[in-house]
């Protein structure tokens, strides 16, 4: 269920059967996944938002009160029974007990692994992860690993993450690959090779479903319409225009895009890369 004044949903996002949101506003980008049993809401004010980015989870049983403004950014992660509060108050304020009302802003392609809980105020900058089981109050920079109760920066750029080399992301990606291809076999696809194109046959019968797979610049980049380009080297302007004129799909690693729509393999493709903390913004 979502209630608010107002409501943008982007295209490719869901919400959870069980999850509830209400807000005065709410925007979700593209690619957005709200699980099951979310609970978003709580008291509300004039000035009351609910933000989330595009590419960006939250788990199941997370709870978030944007009694003021909550925002989250674009490929960020919100594990389950992670908590979210931009208010807290019970005891009486007369009695000199604490009542605070502040938002709280979560930057892109954070991750908050299961039971964090976030305070009111708090700011966590782009990149950044906090460690399970933390409490988490004020700011934390970007590019920073933080843990603990309260949290404490332990790591942070450029320490925090360290870039592989490009031999460890080529490695990767052809693991990537592997682990793909050994999944849709047991779905019980049969795999052709020829080249760089891998074709994916149902074994019980029907067409195949095409990959061209570019792992270097020399590599041919040769797809007709309805097949899907996996490329390891951006693709350029020229390249993507070719494209999409003739009907080809892609998932740029290098480039961080993909095509706006998607056949069967290029969005089952997408989604087990995913696991690997890869998401692509769709193309216009």
């Known amino acids: 269920m979502v209630m608010g004044r107002t409501i943008r949903i982007g295209r490719h996002s869901s919400v959870g059967t069980m999850s509830y949101v209400a807000c005065e506003r709410i925007q979700i980008g593209e690619d957005a996944r709200i699980r099951e049993q979310v609970f978003v809401g709580g008291p509300q004010l004039p000035e009351s938002s609910f933000t989330l980015g595009s590419r960006t989870i939250i788990l199941q049983l997370a709870s978030i009160n944007p009694t003021k403004p909550v925002t989250i950014g674009d490929d960020t992660g919100i594990g389950g029974h992670c908590l979210i509060f931009t208010h807290g108050?019970?005891?009486?304020?007369?009695?000199?007990?604490?009542?605070?009302?502040?938002?709280?802003?979560?930057?892109?392609s954070v991750w908050l692994p299961w039971r964090v809980f976030v305070m009111p105020g708090t700011t966590i900058g782009d990149g950044s992860v906090i460690g399970a089981n933390s409490l988490?109050?004020?700011e934390i920079p970007p590019m920073s690993l933080a843990v603990g109760s309260p949290a404490k920066v332990i790591r942070s750029a450029p320490e925090f993450?360290?870039?592989?080399?490009?031999?460890?992301?080529?490695?990767?990606?052809?693991?990537?690959?592997?682990?793909?291809?050994?999944?849709?076999?047991?779905?019980?696809?049969?795999?052709?090779?020829?080249?760089n194109t891998r074709s994916y046959r149902p074994a019980e019968g029907g067409g195949p479903l095409r990959l061209v797979w570019r792992r270097a610049p020399h590599d041919a980049l040769v797809a007709t319409r309805g097949d899907t380009v996996l490329t390891e080297v951006a693709l350029?302007?020229?390249?993507?225009?070719?494209?999409?004129?003739?009907?080809v799909h892609w998932l740029d690693l290098a480039?961080?895009?993909?095509?706006?729509?998607g056949s069967p393999l290029t969005e089952e493709l997408a989604t087990f890369i995913a696991r690997y903390g890869i998401r692509l913004p769709r193309d216009g």
Do not use: C
């Open 136 to 138: 988490v109050q004020g």
């Open 255 to 261: 480039g961080r895009s993909r095509s706006t729509e």
């Open 236 to 247: 350029d302007d020229r390249e993507k225009s070719e494209l999409r004129a003739n009907g």
């Open 89 to 108: 108050a019970w005891l009486n304020a007369l009695d000199g007990y604490p009542v605070t009302y502040e938002p709280v802003t979560l930057g892109n």
């Open 161 to 195: 993450p360290r870039v592989p080399s490009e031999a460890k992301k080529a490695a990767l990606v052809a693991e990537m690959v592997s682990e793909f291809e050994r999944y849709v076999t047991y779905e019980h696809y049969v795999i052709e090779l020829r080249g």
